[in-house]
């Protein structure tokens, strides 16, 4: 079955550490995307980053990286530089075929990161 | 950038109530979704639709129902809502592919 798991229900950081968010899969598609997105108490869903199963090369967009070992199938999220904003939920996402004609996103629980000054 | 807009923000509904959730995307996505989103359950797929008239059912259909009869609008309908139902619902939308998903605001609703 396909499946995301996020192991860290919360984790603080503080100011300007980098802090690593572990996901870890399970799908039998070949082809599969992964997705980190943000969710701030304001509740909006923001999309951070996204590695395809056959990129060699790790994502990275600014402050966010993507440490996709696809052996062990796992897409950790790392955040350099942490900062006061980045305290929020953080969800891991993995894109698969529900039907036959269509793909979604399915996502873990979470991880609550707080950020102290 | 893309607008996915859910019509309502906070809904207090009775039980047994037929309860209807509207979701209007304006960047011509094939592909809409219905989430519920609990604490420490994460985002769980409820249903989906990859075009017009078509559905396909999530992870937890059971209670709900969708309508897609124009490619913009998507609504997730519960027919009789009950306790158990009490949540935030988040619609969102993608072109296909590896695109991410637009998601809408939410909506947080109570059933009582």
């Known amino acids: 079955a396909q499946k995301i798991t996020q192991t860290q229900p919360g984790m603080f950081v503080q100011e300007k550490e980098a802090v690593t968010l572990d996901c870890t899969y399970d799908?039998?598609?070949?082809?599969?995307?992964l997705f980190w997105y943000k969710q701030p108490s304001s509740g909006e869903m923001i999309f951070l980053i996204y590695q395809g199963s056959y990129d060699e090369q790790n994502a990275t967009e600014g402050r966010y990286s993507l440490n996709f070992q696809k052996a062990r199938k796992s897409a950790n999220l790392v955040i350099s530089a942490s900062q006061l904003g980045d305290s929020a939920m953080y969800f891991c996402a993995m894109r698969t075929l529900l039907a036959q004609a269509g793909t979604a996103l399915i996502f873990g629980k979470g991880t609550t990161l707080s950020v102290s000054s | 950038d893309v607008k996915v807009t859910q019509s309502s923000r906070y809904l207090v509904k009775r039980t047994g109530e037929k309860v209807f959730l509207e979701c209007v995307q304006d960047?011509?996505?094939?592909?809409m979704f219905w989430y519920r989103q609990d604490p420490g359950l994460g985002l769980r797929l409820i249903y989906f639709?990859?075009?017009?008239?078509?559905?396909e059912k999530g992870d937890i259909p059971e209670g709900y129902s969708v309508s897609r009869e124009k490619k913009e609008r998507f609504s997730l309908i519960l027919e009789s809502a009950s306790t158990n139902q009490t949540s935030m619902y988040l619609c969102?939308?993608?072109?296909?592919?590896?695109?991410?998903?637009?998601f809408g605001n939410g909506t947080r609703l109570t059933v009582t």
């Open positions: 960047m011509d996505h094939e592909n």
């Open positions: 969102a939308s993608r072109v296909g592919g590896d695109s991410p998903l637009h």
């Open positions: 799908t039998s598609d070949q082809s599969y995307g």
């Open positions: 639709s990859y075009d017009v008239k078509m559905k």
